[in-house]
């Protein structure tokens, strides 16, 4: 039960401000400049800082492990190219290609992450580990998708390798991760000024992009694409969990760092994915609908997925 009170207590909030959204704008408090400028903003500013931010102040070199962190990355690679090619040959739209295949793969596994590893265990555990090895790979492949896949550029342009690189290597949020990298493997320390005015501005991302995200939010486009959205959700919050959970259990990983697995497959859909769908042409209709159906959904799959675990005595 308080690993259901808390789970709630991590999503609904995140639902709840989603509603407020899409409420907001029905109320014409919000229009579509200030959802347009939302994404904008939070797309080239606040979530490069808030990502820069959070891998300075994780010590990952500490309790650096490659085994680990090549699973994570290997775990990432397969789902993100498998659900690629399921995509490819199942979806009849081509044009939401994009959106499932990132919708479908990448969770909300540093923030909600370290906040289930610090409830359970005191302390962030594997989570910069995790991180190091799957959220870089998160938007780099994203960008790559939404890049080759994106609906409304020139296919035969869009198609090559230099503009796909390009994209990948000027997205603002690539370089956050990268530089926050960077800065922690230096152990870059701010002055008190500068760092208080990043963390002012981190704070704001995720309010302001779910607030767009239910801003944007249309029901009737959303039940249109219910069947796609209705996938993804359940291959995010429990395919991806079925299918690699045992193999990391057969591994040897237990408790912080099976529990940062958990996390880092079932968790629900980043609303970054909507930030940067939007901001790279695509509609973003699935993909909004999908971090609703996951946020809506996870407090329930994710406690299911650590009673089974905590019962058979591996967290």
């Avoid at 347009?36 to 820069?52: E, Q």
């Avoid at 990132?102 to 596994?109: D, F, G, K, L, P």
Wanted: aromatic share 10%; glycine share 6%.
């Amino acid at each position: 039960m308080d690993n259901l009170i808390y789970s709630l207590n991590a999503t609904v909030p995140v639902f709840l401000v989603i509603v407020a959204g899409y409420i907001f704008k029905k109320l014409g408090w919000i229009n579509e400049g200030f959802i347009k400028s939302a994404n904008k903003i939070t797309f080239t500013i606040t979530l490069p800082l808030l990502l820069i931010q959070d891998m300075m102040s994780n010590d990952f070199l500490q309790e650096f492990e490659l085994k680990y962190i090549l699973y994570c990355a290997i775990v990432t690679t397969v789902c993100f190219i498998g659900t690629t090619i399921g995509a490819k040959l199942f979806l009849k739209d081509k044009s939401i290609v994009a959106e499932f295949v990132q919708a479908s793969y990448r969770s909300s596994a540093a923030v909600l992450g370290t906040a289930f590893v610090l409830n359970i265990y005191g302390n962030t555990g594997m989570v910069p580990l995790m991180i190091v090895g799957a959220v870089p790979l998160y938007n780099i492949y994203a960008v790559a998708i939404l890049t080759i896949e994106c609906p409304s550029q020139d296919t035969e342009h869009n198609h090559t390798i230099k503009k796909t690189l390009k994209g990948i290597v000027t997205n603002p949020i690539i370089l956050g991760i990268v530089i926050g990298v960077i800065f922690s493997a230096l152990r870059v320390e701010f002055s008190q000024m500068v760092d208080n005015t990043i963390s002012s501005l981190a704070k704001i991302t995720t309010p302001l992009a779910l607030l767009a995200i239910g801003g944007s939010f249309e029901i009737g486009k959303a039940i249109e694409k219910v069947k796609p959205s209705v996938i993804a959700t359940v291959l995010k919050l429990a395919g991806w969990p079925i299918i690699f959970l045992p193999i990391a259990v057969a591994m040897g990983f237990r408790d912080a760092k099976l529990m940062a697995l958990v996390i880092m497959l079932g968790s629900p859909t980043t609303p970054s994915c909507y930030i940067m769908a939007k901001n790279m042409k695509s509609e973003g209709t699935l993909t909004s609908s999908v971090i609703v159906l996951t946020t809506l959904f996870s407090a329930f799959t994710i406690t299911a997925i650590i009673f089974v675990l905590r019962s058979m005595g591996y967290l």
